[in-house]
């Protein structure tokens, strides 16, 4: 599929690598919808990159019931741009991924809605419906606002499990399409 004039950019705090590994599964839906993307940790952000996005997706672990500080210094940086109204009217969503099946995930996305609705962004959730509870059905942690996945205490390699990446896929793919609306 040739890609389209659109552009999505991922940026995410990983330092396991549980979170990268959906990200890159995030993008996998991106790119299958044809829309341009751009994954970025938030170590090594592109302003540029960022605010010429029709859309961002942010996201970072749960720890503690929060973000990380590596997301929220990200946020803090992006002050200049919240001044400017640089990033109002572009599509945000927001994910997160956690050790516990709760783990308070979603505190950490309605931070992630607020940060992206002070900058005047326009929200994405995950209109999916739940499949089921097991590890391979679609939105098994049932969220709305944003997408949540859970990793064991395991290696990158085996977790999170096949499900998640699946709903990060079509996540993805989603919020490409919504992109592809907005004119």
Same mark, same amino acid.
């Given at each position: 599929? @040739?890609l %389209?004039s659109?552009? #999505? /950019?991922?940026?995410?705090? %990983?330092?396991?690598g549980?979170?990268?590994? #959906?990200?890159n599964h995030?993008?996998?839906?991106?790119?299958?919808?044809?829309?341009?993307v751009?994954?970025?940790?938030?170590?090594?952000?592109? =302003?540029d990159?960022?605010d010429?996005?029709? /859309?961002i997706i942010?996201?970072?672990?749960?720890? $503690?019931?929060?973000?990380?500080?590596?997301?929220?210094?990200f946020?803090?940086?992006?002050?200049?741009r919240w001044l &400017?109204?640089? =990033?109002?009217g572009?599509?945000?969503a927001?994910?997160? *991924?956690?050790?516990g099946?709760?783990?308070?995930?979603?505190?950490?996305?309605?931070?992630? *809605?607020?940060?992206?609705m002070?900058h005047? $962004?326009? =929200?994405s959730?995950? @209109?999916?419906?739940p499949?089921?509870?097991?590890?391979?059905d679609?939105?098994?942690? %049932? %969220?709305?606002l944003?997408? $949540?996945?859970?990793?064991?205490n395991?290696? #990158?390699?085996?977790?999170?499990?096949?499900?998640?990446?699946?709903? &990060?896929?079509?996540?993805g793919?989603?919020?490409?399409?919504?992109? *592809?609306?907005?004119?």
């Amino acid at each position: 599929m @040739p890609l %389209s004039s659109k552009s #999505v /950019a991922i940026v995410y705090h %990983s330092p396991y690598g549980h979170t990268a590994k #959906v990200a890159n599964h995030i993008a996998e839906g991106v790119k299958k919808v044809g829309v341009q993307v751009h994954l970025m940790n938030v170590e090594h952000v592109d =302003w540029d990159v960022l605010d010429q996005a029709d /859309a961002i997706i942010f996201g970072c672990p749960t720890y $503690m019931g929060s973000l990380t500080s590596a997301l929220k210094l990200f946020m803090e940086q992006s002050s200049k741009r919240w001044l &400017a109204r640089t =990033w109002q009217g572009k599509l945000a969503a927001g994910f997160t *991924n956690g050790g516990g099946l709760s783990g308070d995930k979603l505190a950490v996305l309605q931070q992630i *809605n607020l940060f992206a609705m002070q900058h005047g $962004m326009l =929200w994405s959730g995950l @209109p999916m419906m739940p499949t089921g509870r097991g590890q391979n059905d679609l939105n098994r942690m %049932s %969220s709305f606002l944003g997408l $949540m996945t859970q990793s064991d205490n395991a290696p #990158v390699e085996v977790t999170p499990p096949k499900g998640d990446l699946e709903t &990060a896929m079509w996540f993805g793919e989603y919020t490409a399409l919504m992109v *592809n609306r907005i004119k």
